[in-house]
């Protein structure tokens, strides 16, 4: 399994930009599909984005397409750049890593970072 850390998270103006980093150990990167959820108080989580083991297809949820970019490096890192950021993007975000498959349901992410604080203020 491989293990993973999220950093970057913060308080943010509405309209304003962050950039999610997860950091994944383990020689097998590579063969991880990843993909960023959240959660929201309250609220289940939910997919943001995914991104294929060799970024040639990208995914995302509706509410974030056109704001959201998810992005991977041969260094063993997931990214999320995130903007024009609203104040219901403020969740804990959450980097997940599977192995295989295809689709974005968070059941079949096998490994969980321990997710980091997004807060938009308006």
Known sequence: QVQLKESGGGLVQAGGSLRL???ASGRTFST??????????GKEREFVGGISRNSDYKY???????????????ANNVYLQ??????EDTAVYYCAARFGGTT????DFGSWG??????VSS
């Open 21 to 23: 980093s997860c950091a």
């Open 32 to 41: 991880y599909v990843m993909a960023w959820f959240r959660q929201a108080p």
């Open 60 to 74: 995302y949820a509706d509410s974030v397409k056109g704001r959201f970019l998810i992005s991977r490096d041969n």
């Open 82 to 87: 995130m903007n024009s950021l609203k104040p």
């Open 104 to 107: 974005m349901d968070a059941q």
């Open 114 to 119: 321990q997710g980091t604080q997004v807060t």
